[in-house]
């Protein structure tokens, strides 16, 4: 069984920076596809950035340019490093990971197959001045 936690959310201000991390516990092998979603009360859950098992990133256009994600896979973690944050970044960050071809990885793979694969818990990120 996979667990996945993520943690370093919290408070920034406009233009600030901030990096989570999601820590995989368990079995994560070659082929599996991780990625970052987002989601708040107002809106439906959004993709971020994906990581495939060859190593391809894909980010929304909301983020490109900002956030970077990166993977140590020696220590299973997936990291989401967001610079200049603006307010409309306030979510509960979310890392998901799934056995997925890497044509099928994509950033909105949380969102489309809901019930497939692993999630976890989330963590706060607020962006105010």
């Known amino acids: 069984e996979v667990e996945l936690v993520e943690s370093g959310g919290g408070s920034v201000q406009p233009g600030g920076s901030l990096r989570v991390s999601c820590t995989a516990t368990?079995?994560?092998?070659?082929?599996?596809?991780m990625a970052w979603f987002r989601q708040t009360s107002e809106k439906e859950r959004e993709g971020v950035a994906s990581?495939?098992?060859?190593?391809?990133?894909t980010y929304a256009d909301s983020v490109k340019g900002r956030f970077t994600i990166s993977k140590d896979n020696t220590k299973n973690i997936l990291y989401l490093q967001m610079d200049d944050m603006k307010p409309e970044d306030t979510a509960m960050y979310y890392c998901?990971?799934?056995?997925?071809?890497?044509?099928?990885?994509?950033?909105?793979?949380?969102?489309?197959?809901?019930?497939?694969?692993?999630r976890g818990q989330g963590t706060q990120v607020t962006v105010s001045s």
């Open positions: 990581i495939d098992s060859d190593g391809r990133i």
């Open positions: 368990g079995y994560i092998a070659s082929g599996f596809c």
């Open positions: 998901a990971a799934a056995r997925l071809a890497p044509t099928s990885c994509t950033p909105e793979y949380p969102a489309e197959l809901p019930n497939f694969g692993y």
